[in-house]
T-cell receptor, first 112, second 113 residues
Framework: SQTIHQWPATLVQPVGSPLSLECTVE??????LYWYRQAAGRGLQLLFY??????ISSEVPQNLSASRPQDRQFILSSKKLLLSDSGFYLC???????????FGSGTRLTVV | QKEVEQNSGPLSVPEGAIASLNCTYS??????FFWYRQYSGKSPELIMS????GDKEDGRFTAQLNKASQYVSLLIRDSQPSDSATYLC?????????????FGQGTTLQVKP
């Protein structure tokens, strides 16, 4: 079966520290992968998407970057976190032939 | 203009009533539309997808699409307290040869026993 893993579940980081969030998918090959962020009480904002290894599209200019070193691995990074980077980070992949996405369980990041 | 717009609510309905959630979108080219349910502190889960004008029913849920009016809605019949959640409308936008889901801000539904 197809599953998506995301970790850690929660993270508290000081301002100026680096960040690395990882997402992996099992049971499929060459998936389209997506990173979304949800600020408190807000909708989902698309940050990055990737259609293949090494292919990253950025949706909004920001303090974050993404990489796809392997087919089923998607990483979200920052060199120096800002307070405004706090939020609920969600990885998603496109589900088969449907255009709907399946989301991982998310990482709640608090920058202090 | 936002690409996908929803009334943030909260929408409060009594148990057993019909809840009606609405969404409008700006891109006339969009062909795929989705409703997600998100419980507090959890990730969104897909509950309905619709691609053609008209109604699509799945159990207590009915999605309605009107592409001419750029309007999509979700009806929940016989609402239950367990339906209390935030409902996110999503529209698939194509960029080049790939699509990306754009979400509205969500409508919070409260079903009162």
């Amino acid at each position: 079966s197809q599953t998506i893993h995301q970790w850690p579940a929660t993270l508290v980081q000081p301002v100026g520290s680096p960040l690395s969030l990882e997402c992996t998918v099992e049971g499929t090959s060459n998936p389209n992968l997506y990173w979304y962020r949800q600020a408190a009480g807000r909708g989902l904002q698309l940050l990055f998407y990737s259609v293949g290894i090494g292919q990253i599209s950025s949706e909004v200019p920001q303090n974050l970057s993404a990489s796809r070193p392997q087919d089923r691995q998607f990483i979200l990074s920052s060199k120096k976190l800002l307070l405004s980077d706090s939020g609920f980070y969600l990885c998603a992949w496109r589900t088969g032939n449907s255009y709907g996405y399946t989301f991982g369980s998310g990482t709640r990041l608090t920058v202090v | 203009q936002k690409e996908v717009e929803q009334n943030s609510g909260p929408l409060s309905v009594p148990e057993g009533a019909i809840a009606s959630l609405n969404c409008t979108y700006s891109d006339r080219v969009s062909q795929s539309f989705f409703w997600y349910r998100q419980y507090s502190g959890k990730s969104p889960e897909l509950i309905m997808s619709i691609y053609s004008n008209g109604d699509k029913e799945d159990g207590r849920f009915t999605a309605q699409l009107n592409k001419a009016s750029q309007y999509v809605s979700l009806l929940i019949r016989d609402s239950q307290p367990s339906d209390s959640a935030t409902y996110l409308c999503a529209v698939n936008l194509f960029s080049g040869n790939t699509g990306k889901l754009i979400f509205g801000q969500g409508t919070t539904l409260q079903v009162k026993p």
